[in-house]
């Protein structure tokens, strides 16, 4: 039972890291319907920004975080003005391709930028484990965890309740109707764009600190196309429930199942439950199911 509680913790922990990644993802499809296959590139990029900041110019914590947040908020920004508003009613395949070749290209500027900077980023948090009841927890990833829940919480509470939120809600069902409204739709696109640039620091700049980071951050992107599938794609509520779920899956199977398998069996989990929901509800959990009448 402490096995399985410990494996329980550490899902956990690793589900909240997921939901802020998938969190950037999500934001941007949910305003622009525009899937970007580039997130694992962005997160990684975010924090090649941040390390840059900390080990390259010899800016403390919170100055290099500001340092990343405004350059991710530009690079994100500045693709959706200079790409993307130009494929707007082109079809979805070009835009998929297109966020692929971008990914592919945050890698090669990332290479040449970042050679040679650290990747580690350290934060004001408590190292070591702690006995809570029998069971072994590290305090700085339950904190690391609980900060990603909030600010995927703040997330949330900007689209549910703030005019902010209301206004990319209305661009997304219908941009015609958001224009006529008085709504700046390009304007709110280039703002969204740059909040999943922020929120890919924050995703990259914890998930660093807990698992080391490095140019196999981009892996991260290939955890989240399960998550926001399941969940449902324009669903924040789904991306927190998907994450949990996948977190504590992959958790135990790393912890019962590789061990008898093999390792590595935990890695595909994510895609085998993908493939279930897919089959048994398509638009997963917390998304609208699509209605076509003739």
């Known amino acids: 039972m402490r096995y399985f509680l ?117 934060l004001p948090l408590p190292r070591g484990t702690v006995d809570a009841g029998g069971v072994l927890v590290s305090p700085n990833e339950l904190v690391a965890a609980a900060i990603a829940l909030a600010l995927v919480a703040a997330v949330g509470w900007l689209f549910a309740r703030t005019r902010f939120g209301i206004a990319l809600r209305c661009v997304a069902d219908d941009n015609q109707a958001a224009l006529a409204m008085g709504i700046d739709v390009r304007g709110a696109f280039t703002l969204v764009w740059g909040l999943a640039g922020v929120i890919a620091v924050a995703a990259g700049v914890l998930w660093t600190y807990i698992t080391g980071g490095g140019f196999n951050m981009v892996l991260v992107g290939l955890k989240v196309f399960p998550i926001v599938i399941i969940g449902g794609l324009d669903s924040i509520a789904g991306v927190l429930v998907g994450a949990m779920l996948i977190g504590w899956i992959e958790a135990l199977a790393a912890g019962y199942l590789d061990p008898i398998i093999g390792g590595g069996f935990s890695h595909v989990t994510s895609y085998l439950l993908l493939v279930a929901m897919l089959m048994v509800r398509p638009w997963g959990l917390f998304g609208r199911e699509a209605i076509d009448r003739p």
């Open 6 to 122: 410990e494996l329980s913790v550490n899902g956990a922990v690793a589900g909240s890291l997921y939901a802020l990644a998938a969190l950037s993802f999500v934001v941007v499809y949910k305003a622009t319907r525009v899937m970007n296959f580039a997130l694992g590139e962005f997160v990684m990029f975010a924090t090649g920004i941040v390390a840059a900041g900390l080990h390259a110019f010899g800016l403390a914590l919170v100055p290099a975080l500001a340092f990343g947040g405004a350059g991710m908020f530009a690079v994100a920004a500045g693709f959706n003005r200079f790409v993307v508003r130009h494929l707007i009613g082109r079809p979805v395949i070009g835009m998929i391709m297109i966020t692929i070749g971008f990914g592919a290209v945050l890698r090669a500027v990332a290479a040449f930028l970042f050679s040679g900077v650290p990747r580690d980023i350290e």
